[in-house]
């Protein structure tokens, strides 16, 4: 009777795994091939820079270009200061995203750890805040910086705006990992005397350091793109950022596609080079972000 059921299991333990190998190949095919889809427009962006115009418009259209032609890029350079408006993004970018990432920690902490009054309220009135379009609250900015502060033509408007937290979700994201910390680390260090900043700096903060990455690569990859604001707020072409820069560029070479690829590919590099270094971390701050609540 042993022997028969063992003989039933062996079969259909063989068979699970057969199966379970059988899905899991069958996934990794599926992946890779959406995963070549989510790649072909900047493969096909990347090889249009390396070709001529004449390729470009050929057809039926080369998977690969004929010549490797990376003095497009070279030539494109004497058009498109691309370390000028990388320099000038940077000025923006490296404040705000400081600036942000900290004081998102002090909200996060305040909102988590801290017992005040209106904290519910405060709270609710933060992340409701989410659900306010830009547009709304973008000609009372405007109008606040240009008449009443008379701030023309200036990085400071694209940067203190990110010293509140840098939007409403930071805020959120940090509460929520502050939350899973145990709240008996808080108390033990209370009873040897140490105080809110303390217990922020050495508990909280080493603890929370994944979750401050992905504060910081979600506002650098929402500044790498902001053009709206860019745009109302910088006059000057010196002054002029890499999205600022490419929008002219492509509007003052709007048949010579092979610059044009060369330059959106310069800009879109460091960011996602910037992206792939914390993509760790960004996926699991999104994961762990509703774990507590």
Same mark, same amino acid.
């Given at each position: 009777?042993?022997e028969? /059921?063992a003989?039933?299991? %062996? !079969?259909?333990?063989?068979?699970?795994?057969?199966?379970?190998?059988?899905?899991?190949?069958?996934?990794?095919?599926?992946?890779?091939?959406? +995963?070549?889809?989510?790649?072909?427009? #900047?493969?096909?962006?990347?090889?249009?820079s390396?070709?001529?115009?004449?390729?470009?418009?050929?057809?039926?259209? *080369?998977?690969l !270009?004929?010549?490797?032609?990376f +003095?497009?890029y070279?030539s494109?350079?004497?058009?498109?200061p691309?370390? $000028?408006?990388? $320099?000038?993004?940077?000025?923006i =970018?490296?404040?705000?995203v400081? +600036? %942000?990432?900290?004081t998102?920690?002090?909200a @996060?902490?305040?909102f988590?750890?801290? $017992?005040?009054r209106?904290?519910k309220?405060?709270?609710t009135?933060?992340?409701g805040?989410?659900?306010? !379009?830009?547009?709304?609250?973008?000609?009372?900015?405007?109008?606040?910086?240009?008449r009443? &502060?008379?701030?023309?033509?200036?990085?400071l408007?694209?940067?203190?705006?990110?010293?509140?937290?840098?939007?409403?979700?930071n805020?959120? &994201? =940090?509460?929520?990992?502050?939350r899973? =910390?145990?709240r008996?680390?808080?108390? /033990?260090?209370?009873i040897?005397g140490? +105080?809110?900043?303390? #217990?922020?700096?050495?508990? =909280?903060? !080493?603890? #929370?350091?994944?979750?401050?990455?992905?504060?910081?690569? &979600?506002?650098?990859?929402?500044?790498?793109?902001?053009?709206?604001?860019q745009i109302?707020?910088?006059?000057?072409l010196d *002054?002029?950022?890499? /999205?600022? @820069?490419?929008?002219?560029? *492509?509007g003052?070479?709007?048949?010579?596609?092979?610059?044009i690829?060369?330059?959106?590919?310069?800009?879109?590099?460091?960011?996602?080079?910037?992206?792939?270094i914390?993509?760790?971390?960004?996926?699991?701050?999104?994961?762990?972000?509703g774990?507590k609540?």
């Amino acid at each position: 009777m042993r022997e028969n /059921a063992a003989g039933f299991r %062996g !079969p259909s333990i063989r068979s699970r795994k057969r199966q379970e190998k059988i899905g899991n190949s069958a996934t990794l095919i599926i992946l890779i091939l959406l +995963g070549a889809l989510v790649l072909l427009p #900047i493969w096909w962006m990347f090889r249009s820079s390396l070709m001529t115009n004449a390729e470009l418009y050929a057809y039926p259209p *080369k998977f690969l !270009p004929g010549r490797w032609l990376f +003095g497009n890029y070279v030539s494109t350079m004497d058009y498109f200061p691309f370390w $000028k408006y990388f $320099k000038n993004t940077m000025t923006i =970018i490296v404040p705000s995203v400081l +600036g %942000g990432t900290v004081t998102a920690t002090l909200a @996060g902490y305040a909102f988590a750890r801290l $017992k005040f009054r209106g904290k519910k309220f405060l709270f609710t009135l933060c992340v409701g805040s989410m659900l306010l !379009p830009t547009m709304v609250t973008l000609v009372p900015l405007y109008i606040l910086w240009t008449r009443g &502060l008379h701030v023309v033509d200036s990085y400071l408007p694209l940067i203190f705006p990110h010293f509140c937290g840098g939007g409403a979700f930071n805020i959120f &994201l =940090i509460r929520q990992f502050v939350r899973t =910390i145990p709240r008996e680390l808080d108390e /033990a260090a209370t009873i040897d005397g140490a +105080g809110h900043f303390r #217990i922020l700096v050495s508990i =909280i903060i !080493p603890s #929370i350091k994944s979750a401050m990455i992905v504060v910081a690569l &979600l506002l650098f990859i929402m500044l790498w793109n902001d053009l709206l604001q860019q745009i109302i707020y910088i006059n000057s072409l010196d *002054k002029f950022t890499i /999205a600022l @820069g490419l929008a002219q560029f *492509k509007g003052s070479l709007g048949t010579d596609w092979t610059k044009i690829m060369c330059a959106t590919c310069m800009s879109f590099v460091p960011g996602v080079i910037f992206y792939l270094i914390g993509q760790k971390y960004f996926v699991e701050g999104i994961v762990m972000t509703g774990m507590k609540n």
